[in-house]
């Protein structure tokens, strides 16, 4: 009898032991597995930084050519700009640039710690042959100009002296032209005209007042300007 319950006892604890297994599995079952953190790895590029090119203030001229004598006013950076050379070329502080002799000069200036320079030439005024017309047939026309209307007539005499209308265009006058009767002066295929740019077929009526073409940016028939 004694056998038999030691026997029994040993089977209870050896299901105890089972029992204890079986729900330390079970456990184990219900422990989540550790989740790894998910690490997002990105490429930064390097901060850019601007060059001296980008920092450098924006000229929109690399050279320049003045004819003697000829003003024009420049569009520069604010700044305090020279010449190099005062007897060639002078600028003022409105950023005028006047040629005074034939020859090259520097102008420059130190914009944001940067030195910026632009070659400057000055040439001689050209003395081109005047295309004036015979004398038999000087005098033989007549022109008038219309300030209020911008607009030219041209009239031919006739054989009993009266005035033929020949042609018109219209023209611009400007403000300043005077009013008076002139007899036409030299004549220029070429010539220089105020604002840095060239004229054809200019005709001398007084002083500095012209008969020319519309602007060329050159001394070149297909640089004409529009706008």
Known sequence: MIHMKKILSILLLFASLITLASCARAEAAQVPEEIQPEILVTETEPETTETEAEKSPAIAYEI?????????????????????????????????????????????????GTLCTIPVTVIAQEDEPEDE???????????????????????????????????????????????????????????????????????????????????FAKKDSSTLLVG
């Open 64 to 112: 320049l050519e003045i004819a003697q004598g000829d003003r024009y006013t420049l569009d520069l950076p604010k700044g305090e700009w020279s010449v190099s050379n005062s007897d060639v070329a002078e600028i003022d502080q409105f950023g005028e640039l006047t040629g005074l002799a034939a020859g090259k000069t520097w102008l420059s200036a130190t914009l944001d």
């Open 133 to 215: 017309e015979p004398t038999s047939k000087k005098a033989k026309y007549r022109i008038l100009v219309n300030k209020t209307h911008n607009y030219v007539a041209i009239y031919a005499w006739g054989d009993e002296e009266l005035e033929h209308p020949l042609r018109a265009m219209i023209c611009s006058t400007g403000k300043n032209s005077p009013s008076k009767t002139y007899t036409l002066g030299s004549r220029k295929v070429w010539n220089r005209l105020y604002g840095y740019v060239w004229g054809k077929y200019a005709t001398v009526i007084t002083g500095d007042f012209l008969f020319h073409s519309v602007p």
